[in-house]
């Protein structure tokens, strides 16, 4: 697996974030790419909010505009992403991720034994024949 990289903007220059999930052969799985409001948006919003009583009327129409752009927002929500849109809420994936593993043969869980060389099966015969332990059973108690 590759280690992310990273660009670093300034607020200026960010106005987008794009994300690119790359397999192990550098082939592009994913991409979402987020767009961010531009720092001119936030001062308009501001400046509208400062507005005399005057421009009451402006201020009406601004505020259907602004619930327009939210309807559009819903009807966006409920389509499928494409590749280039993030969605606000990343879905779950539909099978579980599974944890990394380190990349080592996965060993049997039996204990290791040392491994002896086959030999052909022969009757094993008994160097000295074993004693029963009759032996005890045959003291008699004396009387």
């Known amino acids: 697996m590759c ?13 987008e ?3 690119r999930i790359i397999d192990s052969d550098e082939q592009v799985l994913d991409a979402y790419t987020l767009s ?6 936030d001062h308009e919003k ?3 909010e400062d507005s005399d009583d005057d421009d009451k009327a402006d201020s009406d129409d601004d505020d259907r505009d602004e619930s327009e752009e939210q309807d559009d927002r819903d009807e966006d929500e409920h389509d499928e992403p494409d590749d280039h849109d993030e969605p606000e809420e990343p879905d779950e994936p539909d099978e579980p991720e599974e944890p990394e593993q380190p990349e080592e043969p996965e060993e049997p869980e039996q204990p290791e034994e040392p491994e002896e060389p086959e030999q052909p099966e022969e009757p094993e015969e008994p160097e000295e024949p074993e004693e029963p332990e009759e032996p005890e059973e045959r003291e008699e108690p004396e009387s």
Do not use: K
């Open 46 to 48: 501001e400046a509208d």
């Open 36 to 41: 961010l409001p531009g720092l001119d948006d």
């Open 17 to 19: 974030i794009t994300i």
């Open 3 to 15: 280690a992310p990289s990273v660009l670093l903007a300034s607020p200026e220059e960010l106005d």
